[in-house]
């Protein structure tokens, strides 16, 4: 569907035009009409499927119509990070360019000035505010911010949210909407606690499933089965054969991202690092640095596996399995989003991990390829999931099948690809 088929206001199809947005994706063809009528809506849609515009246009194409209250918030968009937070910001500005829409993001990590700022905006009545929860309940609590006139109340990434702790955060920010609110959820998935959270504060929502938890068919998985120590090794002669550029690491902790982005900073390679630990300047100059190219590699947690949108990664690299199979769609999910559409995904599994990595097999109904190891790196041990169940952390509760029911085509396997990376 065209978005000129949608039933936008012209300044916002002007906005979408000089983007160059042409064709809606599947999400946005079947939440903006819904939206617009003004219903509650549940959707399920993960990373990378043209989500934040789904709620993004219509928002601002109402609020382009005018009638709503000056010197007032009038949508609330909820995020569980600053980055992402940030990206809907930037979002915002460039489809409301032609519309006379202001926005104001809320979030923590910053100094005094940035507080000052968020501050200001708050209390001369943003049209739109962007917060995190914790952030904005802090505004709430100092009187800094009056919820009593918000017409939209959007949460992105709810069950991230919740994963995080902000459930009460959440529940209290509710309480400050008032009643006749349009409420607008997204979710990459929908296990019951938020069914739970939809029954809560939703009226009678439109529900809306789109194909998730399985990765582009262009991202090419692959995996090593290794032992531990022989992890660095694999990833130190990967990038002897080719110099790494665009390339994600994600680890399980922030120690053991600081500990292997400063074993490859000894080994010559230009690395960013990005973990809780960091300041929020620090963390938005590593993020400028890898965007420009100054960083070859960057190694993270799972702080930026969702809501930051980097075209041409190259690479995406799981030092250690995810905390379960959502996160390894999310974390593979960073590549295979630039003009070429390819991309490589290469996973690192221990004997101890071999069960966790079966149950990721399992929750996306195919098998992973795994890549021999050089014999000079030493013998591998045998992939026997089964075997090692009990070796494992058990990290992974049972998950149901992946929402959705679209057909997807089999998986590329571009030796050009695959040479240029192993």
């Known amino acids: 569907m065209r978005f000129d088929e949608l039933n936008l206001e012209y300044d916002v199809l002007d906005g979408l035009d000089a983007m160059s947005f042409v064709e809606t994706t599947p999400i946005q063809e079947f939440t903006i009409p819904v939206i617009l009528e003004g219903k509650d809506i549940i959707a399920c849609a993960q990373t990378g499927t043209g989500k934040t515009a789904a709620y993004v246009l219509p928002l601002i194409n109402e609020l382009s119509k005018g009638g709503f209250p000056e010197n007032a918030v009038n949508a609330v968009i909820m995020a569980p990070t600053r980055e992402l937070a940030q990206q809907i910001d930037q979002q915002i500005e460039g489809f409301s360019y032609f519309i006379p829409v202001s926005a104001v993001a809320v979030y923590g990590g910053t100094d ?43 949460l992105d990434e709810a069950d991230r949210m919740l994963d995080m702790g902000f459930y009460d955060d959440i529940m209290m920010i509710h309480k400050q909407l008032p009643s006749a609110c349009q409420i607008i959820m997204f979710s990459a998935t929908m296990p019951p606690k938020i069914r739970t959270l939809a029954k809560t504060i939703l009226k009678e929502p439109e529900e809306i499933k789109i194909a998730i938890s399985r990765p582009p068919d262009t991202i090419m998985q692959t995996a090593y089965i290794c032992y531990e120590i022989q992890k660095l090794t694999i990833l130190q002669d990967l990038f002897a054969q080719n110099r790494p550029q665009r390339v994600i690491i994600f680890s399980s902790s922030k120690m053991k991202v600081k500990e292997l982005a400063a074993t490859l900073k000894r080994m010559k390679f230009n690395v960013g690092a990005m973990h809780s630990d960091l300041e929020q300047s620090q963390r938005e100059e590593v993020m400028k640095e890898f965007k420009n190219g100054r960083i070859d590699i960057l190694v993270a947690t799972d702080v930026v596996s969702r809501g930051i949108d980097i075209n041409d990664i190259k690479l995406v690299v799981n030092f250690d399995i995810p905390h379960d199979p959502e996160d390894y769609v999310h974390r593979i999910g960073r590549t295979a989003r630039g003009t070429n559409g390819e991309g490589l995904a290469i996973t690192f599994v221990s004997v101890e991990e071999q069960a966790s990595f079966k149950q990721i097999e399992t929750f996306l109904g195919k098998t992973i390829y795994k890549i021999p190891i050089d014999p000079q790196l030493g013998p591998p041990p045998l992939y026997e999931p089964e075997k090692h169940a009990n070796k494992g952390k058990g990290r992974f509760l049972k998950k149901g099948k992946p929402v959705g029911n679209r057909t997807f085509k089999k998986q590329s396997t571009s030796k050009r690809f695959f040479k240029r990376t192993k």
């Not at 000052?116 to 309940?137: K, M, N």
């Open 112 to 154: 005094g000035i940035t507080w000052e700022q968020q501050r200001r905006g708050l209390e001369s009545g943003a049209d739109i505010v962007i917060a995190t929860p914790g952030r904005l309940l802090s505004h709430i609590k100092l009187g800094t911010v009056d919820l009593s006139q918000v017409s939209y109340f959007v």
